[in-house]
């Protein structure tokens, strides 16, 4: 046995000392407004596929385990089986469970053979939520010291050795992902494993998640991954499948899902916006606020003599 | 691939259940967006910021105007706001020992960091310009340093509105074009009331000129953002908490007013009840507005709503 603790299948020694030795490290820098680096490491992320999910909750356990996140008390809902509730300081994965009245016809294929097959009117979905490591990140944009940062991967990070606390990233973040720890002070959220991304693993959720509901890869691959499978879904009949989040166009998400229902169901909203990147409607009506104040108390002493 | 059986939903059954833009369907009326995690602190520094923003301005308009008496009390002001406000704002960090990373960046894309930078500047030329005239030092200095106190004033009273408009909270991100006409005469009017308040009655009328403008200016913003908003999202601003105050605010405000302007030219009680008044007012009016953006946060419908409306609108549009 070697001291150097390697974790099987890893195939990069130095990422997995746990021996505490420092390593000298350089952070990258990217300029604002650019998603990733030009060249070479291309934009990583997951793709949900809530369609095979079982609920399992495989991804929060491994997510606990890996990232050594802080145990919720534990509480029961009542909420059908999610006990975890939301995503936030403590939950980096969350898996949502939805009860549903609504007939499924069960189609059955030739050569298969199923047991009490037949149209049922209940179904069930699940879904494993996460942060969607925004193309333009809100969390990022209005972070004031510069603790979040897009890594080389194209993800969004917290530096906890940074972050004081402010609290402003949580009420920007659209989805409601960040959160403060409260013994703590400071935010915290899923880092898409950076640890293992530097060392060439997937993120703890996709490797432990038993029907690959959880996809880990390059974006484009994922989001051609993606489109394939919705085309599937749909010719399966199921017709009310739909993607969120693997349009550019609308709201870019490194962290997409194919969902069964609509966004708001799964507790996620249905039309997200880059708040952050309105700056003449959020600055201007204050730049002419503050002229306008300027010009009152100026106002104020007309007619006043010497 | 076809080895296992496929699932499909019925056709009659798929507008079953679904919502349309006039309800909502939520995760267990679970919050689709987080509260924010500021506490008290907050919406008392938006209150002292102003405060101390507008005093800034009122107090260079009066030196420039020769009118010395409320000019010393308005720099009065200055200095309590500006020495409350940073102890205010560390105060609430989740870490306060690491307030100084607010100062490792410079983002213009963070209303927080161009704020910080901004009060820094303020807090620095207020520093100054004070000590300049206790110790009777550097006139030069301390007069420029007044004069950069007066200029930064009305970004300090107007920059928190852009901070909490800069946000996913509907009523505040919705109120982005109103909010800060609404912190600038809530500033405004703080201002002329403290400084009423502190000067004598013939040296003061400017102030409460300018209590009694900023006071009415104050009312009619909010009136105007909550009929902008439209009726869901304004109302969170007249529910629960957040109605309570703005009640208030709004009766504080216009009855402060009110006195100050009818009784105020002769009566120095007048001026002081009339001044408390709009401070109160001011200060319930942020209060009102803080907790509007947690009640609109803690209900998926302010979320869910306006944004089906604006998806359901943008697909008519395209055809």
């Known amino acids: ?24 490290e350089t952070r990258p820098v990217i300029p604002l407004g650019q998603k990733g680096y030009e060249d070479g490491q291309p934009r990583m992320g997951f793709f949900t596929d809530t369609t095979v999910c079982i609920g399992c909750k495989a991804c929060e356990v491994a997510c606990k385990e890996w990232n050594d996140v802080p145990a919720l008390p534990f509480e029961l809902t009542g909420d059908s089986y999610d006990n975890t509730g939301a995503l936030g300081a403590d939950s980096w994965r969350h898996v949502a469970f939805i009860e549903q009245r609504k007939p499924v016809k069960v189609v059955q294929d030739a050569g298969l053979t199923t047991p009490a097959s037949g149209d049922t009117d209940f179904r069930w979905l699940m879904s494993s939520d996460v942060c969607k490591h925004c193309t333009d990140a809100p969390c990022l944009d209005v972070c004031p010291t510069g603790s979040l940062f ?11 050795d940074i972050c004081n606390g402010c609290g402003y990233c949580v009420p920007s973040c659209p989805f409601g992902v960040l959160d403060q720890r409260q013994d703590d002070g400071r935010v915290w959220k899923c880092t898409l494993c950076y640890d293992r991304l530097k060392g060439g693993m997937e993120p703890a ?102 | 691939m076809n080895a296992r059986p496929e699932v499909s939903v019925s056709e009659e059954a798929r507008h079953d259940g679904r919502g349309t833009g006039a309800e909502a369907r939520s995760y267990y009326g679970r919050p689709v967006l987080k509260e924010p995690v500021w506490s008290r602190e907050i919406p008392w520094y938006f209150f002292s910021g102003g405060l101390a923003g507008a005093s800034a301005s009122l107090a260079a308009a009066a030196r420039l105007a020769g009118n010395v008496e409320l000019a010393r009390r308005a720099r009065l002001v200055v200095l309590a706001g500006a020495a409350v406000s940073p102890v205010l704002l560390i105060s609430d ?108 009655v013939e040296a003061a009328r400017p102030a409460r000129r300018l209590a009694v403008g900023g006071a009415l200016a104050e009312i009619a913003g909010v009136e105007v953002m909550k009929r902008r908003l439209g009726k869901l999202l304004a109302e969170p601003y007249e529910k629960g908490e957040a109605g309570r105050y703005d009640r208030l605010a709004t009766a504080a405000t216009g009855l402060g007013a009110a006195v100050m302007g009818m009784f105020g030219r002769r009566h120095r009680s007048a001026v002081v009840a009339g001044g408390a008044l709009v401070l109160a007012g001011a200060a319930l009016e942020r209060w009102s507005i803080f907790k509007a953006g947690f009640q609109s946060a803690r209900d998926p419908r302010y979320t869910v709503i306006p944004q089906r409306e604006r998806r359901e609108s943008r697909a008519r549009a395209d055809g």
């Open chain 1, 1 to 24: 046995m070697s001291e150097t603790n390697v974790i099987p299948g890893s195939g990069s020694p130095d990422a997995f000392d746990i021996q505490g030795r420092e390593t000298l």
């Open chain 1, 150 to 160: 897009r890594t080389e991967f194209g993800t969004v990070v917290v530096q906890e």
């Open chain 1, 205 to 306: 959720c996709a490797q432990a998640c038993p029907t690959d509901s959880i996809q880990f890869g390059p974006l484009e691959e994922l989001r051609e991954k993606a489109n394939y499978r919705l085309e599937m879904v749909h010719e399966a009949g199921v017709t009310d499948a739909r993607l969120y989040g693997a349009d550019e166009e609308e709201y870019g998400m490194g962290a997409f899902f194919l969902l069964l229902d609509e966004p708001e169901v799964y507790g996620l909203p249905p039309d997200p916006e880059v708040v952050t990147r309105k700056l003449k409607s959020l600055w201007g009506p204050a730049a002419v606020a503050a002229g306008a104040m300027a010009v009152g108390v100026v106002a104020a002493f007309a007619g006043e003599g010497r």
């Open chain 2, 93 to 200: 960090l989740g870490k306060p020992e690491r307030f100084y990373n607010m100062l490792r960046v410079i983002k213009p894309t963070s209303p927080m960091s161009v704020g910080t930078w901004i009060l820094s500047a303020f807090g620095t030329s207020v520093g100054i310009a004070a000590a300049s005239k206790v110790l009777g030092v550097f006139p030069r200095l301390g007069r420029l340093s007044g004069t950069a106190a007066a200029l930064l004033g009305p970004a300090l009273s107007t920059y928190t509105a852009v901070l909490i408009a800069d946000t996913s909270i509907p009523v505040w991100h919705e109120a982005r074009r109103e909010m800060p006409f609404i912190f600038a005469a809530s500033s405004a009017a703080s201002a002329g009331a403290a400084a009423a308040i502190l000067t004598p």
